[in-house]
């Protein structure tokens, strides 16, 4: 049977108890107070941190989760996980959750939370799943708020984009080059400028492309370049991948890292287009200088051949048509045409211009345009001209120009001598054959040579300005012959084959009147009777003019300008002999010209009938006389049977 403990045992074990009881209760107290600092911990935490239930269910939210998503405790009882992840994340986020409560662990993921108030979160997490007795009893999820960090993020990348975009789609030529030279980056414009593709830039050096003559000025700049952070103009040629000269300029700046060179930075323009058109700018300003040079010179030339010219034709009339000295004379006076014709090509580079336009048979200016520049040369010249020619209206002296600058150019394809056929036809053009010229009548004018010939890209800009194949040509003359065939309401076009020569073929509108036949034995026969008045400020012109008039019959008095011209003809106005008409000259230097002074004239006397003439064939006014108040017109130089034809077109009817 046993024995009752004794007090004091009963004691001893008491006592004992309270021991552990004590024990125990400040080990739970502690416990207490570690899992309070750990809540504590949690929810003062920075990072959005929730505990969710296998099915989704929230069962814990710390207070950033709460400030930041603004969800209630209410709220959470009434939502799970998945409403509160944005619809592009769902997907996602189901795989994910499913694969944490199978126990597999996954690295930081990105996803969207929605807040209460719509606005979406962007946030980067790690979620662990807790397990009791091997089964998944929740999933915690630790989470930083980095939508500013995205959203700058996003800005940088936009801004990088809006970099890249404007950098590449620039118009300028931008490269970013190594300090050895080798080219880091380069633009589209850049590439297609110089034909390299991508991948080929990778392998080339800036110096591969800098041409020749320019490489030891380029290798200083270069140098320079890389001395100093500061901008520095760059003017240079480059060498496209096809062997093309590319003029550019611009500014280049190295920058550094570290006070060592890291890249430069350059920013170019292709100014070949520019540079040419300075170049022609500054051929044009020398072609005006020397258009009014060449303009001055003519026009004394032409009074000169004035003087020349008449005096020959009124010597003529003094000899027996047998005489040799008749001969000489008529080789003199055709010189003197050819050096008239001379004054038409200075002509050419002064200003106006319109041609001075007369019906014609062109045939024998056909065959003194092509025989007179081959003479003494290599060059045969053949001419096919059909008998029955239609006449056109053309300026003489032009025409020829035209016809000359052809042949030359086809005696200079052919150094070793040849061959050179010039032909003319009458042609009938339907509306289909040229775009350029109306259907009609027309006459063909072709000079073919068989020469070098022209190749088929050169061939399209044979009529450009300044464009030449040959290394000392102007580019003007065939230029020059565009233009004058233009002007006369026709076309001037080229076929040629390398090695196979070239032919030229210029059609001309025909026109409906019978050319005038020339006058023989009464071209220089007096007109009879009347007074004309000079007008010209060359005294070597008046002599031969009032010699002319006086050979026709008229008498003749002289002014020296514009005003006295006025003077005379007012006072013979109020006399029984006023002047029947007014030989003008257009220029009068440092006085009244023709333009003014026939203004007031016809002021005087609106029936007043004038001759213009001037050294400067081309001007506008010679060509449209009537326009300006002139009845008829004798472009200098002219000789006594052109002086009748002026007159006597205009007083005919008193003459009658």
């Not at 300028?172 to 980056?185: K, M, N, S």
Request: net charge negative; hydrophobic share 35%; with cysteine.
């Amino acid at each position: 049977m046993a024995t009752e403990p004794t007090y004091e045992e009963l004691h001893l074990k008491l006592i004992q108890l309270e021991k552990e009881v004590t024990t125990h209760q400040e080990a739970m107290a502690g416990m207490e107070e570690k899992v309070t600092r750990y809540s504590s911990l949690v929810d003062e935490a920075h990072d959005l941190i929730h505990s969710v239930s296998p099915d989704g269910t929230f069962l814990y939210v710390n207070r950033a989760w709460r400030q930041t998503l603004g969800y209630s405790d209410e709220d959470l009882k009434e939502i799970s996980l998945m409403d509160i992840v944005d619809q592009s994340c769902r997907n996602k986020c189901r795989t994910i959750f499913i694969s944490l409560l199978k126990g597999e662990e996954l690295d930081r993921n990105e996803t969207i939370f929605v807040a209460k108030d719509g606005r979406r979160i962007m946030v980067e997490g790690r979620c662990s799943t807790k397990q009791k007795d091997g089964k998944t009893i929740a999933m915690v999820g630790f989470f930083r708020d980095i939508t500013d960090r995205s959203k700058n993020e996003q800005a940088l990348r936009e801004s990088e984009k809006r970099y890249r975009d404007l950098f590449e789609n620039a118009h300028d030529l931008i490269q970013i080059v190594q300090p050895d030279g080798t080219l880091l980056y380069v633009n589209r414009a850049w590439r297609h400028t110089f034909g390299y593709s991508k991948e080929e830039t990778r392998q080339l050096s800036i110096f591969d492309l800098i041409s020749p003559e320019c490489q030891k000025h380029c290798q200083q700049t270069f140098k320079r370049v890389l001395a100093a952070e500061k901008v520095n103009y760059i003017d240079t040629t480059f060498v496209a991948k096809d062997g093309r000269n590319i003029l550019i300029e611009g500014n280049a700046i190295c920058k550094f890292q570290d006070g060592a060179p890291l890249y430069t930075q350059c920013i170019f323009r292709d100014v070949t287009d520019k540079k040419k058109m300075e170049e022609e700018l500054l051929k044009a300003q020398k072609l005006e200088s020397v258009g009014v040079f060449a303009g001055g010179i003519a026009h004394d030339f032409n009074n000169l051949l004035t003087a020349i010219l008449g005096n020959i034709s009124v010597a003529k009339l003094y000899l027996n048509p047998k005489d040799k000295v008749l001969n000489r004379l008529n080789d003199t006076e055709k010189a003197t045409l050819r050096a008239r014709g001379l004054t038409q090509q200075l002509l050419t580079f002064a200003k106006g211009g319109a041609p001075i336009k007369k019906k014609t048979s062109i045939t024998e200016l056909i065959r003194d345009s092509s025989s007179f520049p081959l003479r003494g040369s290599n060059v045969k010249c053949e001419f096919r001209l059909a008998d029955d020619l239609r006449p056109i209206e053309v300026d003489e002296g032009q025409l020829s120009q035209v016809i000359q600058n052809l042949v030359i150019n086809g005696a200079e394809a052919m150094p070793t001598g040849g061959i050179t056929s010039v032909s003319a036809n009458n042609i009938t053009l339907s509306k289909q054959e040229f775009s350029a010229l109306p259907a009609g009548e027309y006459v063909q004018i072709t000079v073919a040579d068989q020469g070098i010939g022209i190749s088929e890209e050169d061939l399209s800009k044979i009529f450009d300005p300044y464009f030449s194949s040959k290394e000392t040509g102007s580019g003007l003359g065939l230029a020059i012959c565009y233009s004058i065939i233009k002007k006369h309401d026709g076309l001037i076009t080229v076929s040629s084959k390398v090695s196979g020569g070239t032919t030229f073929s210029i059609y001309l509108p025909a026109t409906t009147h019978k050319t005038p036949e020339k006058e023989q034995a009464n071209d220089t026969e007096p007109m009879g009777g009347g007074k004309i008045l000079v007008m010209d400020d060359d005294e070597m012109v008046q002599r031969i003019a009032c010699e002319m008039l006086s050979h026709l019959g008229c008498a003749s008095e002289i002014a020296r300008d514009g005003r006295e011209a006025i003077d005379l003809y007012r006072q013979a106005l109020m006399t029984d002999e006023p002047f029947e008409a007014v030989l003008m000259d257009l220029t009068i230097r440092g006085g009244m010209g023709g333009k003014e002074t026939i203004k007031r004239l016809s002021a005087i006397d609106p029936t007043v009938k004038a001759v213009v003439s001037s050294g400067y064939a081309n001007d506008p006014i010679m060509a449209d006389f009537r326009k300006y108040g002139f009845c008829g017109v004798a472009p200098k130089p002219y000789n006594l049977q052109e002086l009748r034809a002026a007159l006597s077109g205009i007083l005919v009817h008193e003459l009658a």
